[in-house]
């Protein structure tokens, strides 16, 4: 979700992977569901492990979930870190449809930081 986001925020002003530790391979169903509520089709993507970008120029890296920030490697090259913890709704039991109202408000949350935080950045380079 913090991927697609951070791609239309941030209008190509940057490329913009999305990478786990231990990823699943693909991407939750309900996570999908509800970012097509918001516009975003993310069916046919999947999930990436960080070992997949070693090798490339990383300047910022931002890690959304718990422990995402402890097992992310530093980059050769990487300037910016920066770590916000939000909920993973995958890990949310119970009644379907307060599961689905996690993954909302986590995708809600999201949002609102990738976009305050692209705010700053286009503030502090100029760039409208």
Not at 8 to 27: H, I, K, M, R, T
Not at 42 to 69: P, R
Not at 93 to 109: A, I, L, S
Request: aromatic share 10%; charged share 25%.
């Amino acid at each position: 979700m913090a991927e697609a986001l951070l791609r239309d925020f941030a209008g190509g002003l940057f490329q913009v992977e999305s990478a786990g530790c231990d990823p699943a391979g693909y991407v939750h169903p309900l996570a999908i569901e509800v970012m097509k509520e918001v516009g975003h089709d993310l069916e046919g993507w999947e999930s990436k492990s960080h070992q997949n970008f070693l090798d490339q120029d990383v300047q910022t890296v931002i890690t959304v979930c718990g422990n995402a920030n402890d097992c992310c490697p530093v980059f050769p090259g990487q300037m910016n870190r920066y770590h916000w913890s939000f909920d993973d709704p995958a890990k949310f039991e119970g009644d379907p449809e307060v599961v689905k109202q996690e993954f909302r408000r986590v995708r809600d949350e999201i949002s609102l930081v990738m976009q305050a935080y692209l705010a700053g950045l286009r503030e502090a380079s100029g760039v409208e």
